[in-house]
């Protein structure tokens, strides 16, 4: 009895088979007005054709809001399949997308 030959599935692709969002551009902005929040970054990705933008918010009365501490909110995201549109960083600094 002969081998039984092997026929290839092809698989869904999964958030670590493509390739992570680019930064392109980044700028301070103003955050939502009539927000609790004193500091934001705006920034514009790209993963191939695709380009979105996203912003960093900083609770006012936390931790004064910084470029570099808006990229290491933002980072955790750069490999997902799309990205949040707005992110709070809490009195606390824990990250969380907004719902509104």
């Known amino acids: 009895m002969g081998a039984v030959p092997h026929t290839p599935v092809q698989a869904e692709p999964y958030a ?20 609790d929040r004193a500091y934001a970054r705006a920034f514009i990705l790209t993963r191939g054709t695709q380009r979105t933008e996203t912003t960093v918010e900083f609770a006012a009365g936390g931790r004064p809001g910084s470029a570099r501490v ?4 933002l980072r955790p995201c750069l490999s997902d399949k799309s990205l949040p549109r707005r992110l709070i960083v809490n009195r606390d600094e ?7």
């Open 70 to 73: 808006a990229l290491k909110a």
């Open 94 to 100: 824990a990250v969380r997308e907004s719902g509104d």
């Open 16 to 35: 670590y088979d493509m390739e992570p969002w680019k930064i392109e551009k980044a700028w301070d902005c103003a955050p939502v007005p009539g927000s």
